[in-house]
């Protein structure tokens, strides 16, 4: 036996984003998008456990205090992103995310918020990162500048692991192009020990990356 999950990514299918433009522009989209799903099944299992449990959702729109604190992102899910800001943002909005972003250069990137932050809203939200859509606290909305993890983490609801392993391994035939990778079968303690040092390896914040040239009115796809 190989200790492996069941794909479950026909029942994440209901949660998956559909833009064959994406898909077509960005050569591993369909696989960053499989694993978005998975992770947002996981999230969805989360908050039916916390209901059951009589929690609530904090979490609503507008609500933006974690938007405000550092973003693990890997390189997938940045070019993702940014294939989605080239096809489906105006020039309007870029323009406020360039503003913004600009506005922001005094300040460490630990203290940023999100580059894709407009208005309390996400530009991205459909193509928001992994990170995203698996931080999910309960009962009272976080406070500004509050880290909930830290602060109350009998607040959070917790998605399984196990299905952002799944996720993660989803997305490793694309690493596997253009660098060494863990091959996506590898099973056992050591074969997911190995996913996620590789993992921890490729991952960085959102606000760290150059968002200035993706912002800027003549950037386009190439």
Known sequence: MSGRMPDRRPEAA?????DALLEKSLPGAALALDACALVDLSAAEALARARQAGRIP???????V??????????????????????????????????????AQTLPVV????PLLLDDHCA??????????RYLVLDRPCAPGEDAAASRPGDLALPDPGLLAAALRRTLPWYARWRQAPPQDAAGPEGREEIRRFFHSVTTVIQALPWEKELAPKSGLT
């Open 66 to 103: 974690c938007c405000r604190q550092p973003i693990p992102l890997t390189p997938l899910e940045a070019l993702l992103l940014i294939h989605f800001l080239r096809l489906r943002l105006g020039p309007g909005e870029r323009a406020a995310l360039a503003r913004n972003l600009a506005a």
């Open 14 to 18: 209901r949660f998956r984003h559909r």
């Open 111 to 114: 203290r940023r918020a999100c």
């Open 58 to 64: 904090a979490c609503g729109e507008g609500c933006a």
């Open 124 to 133: 991205a939200y459909a193509v928001r990162p992994l990170a995203c859509r």
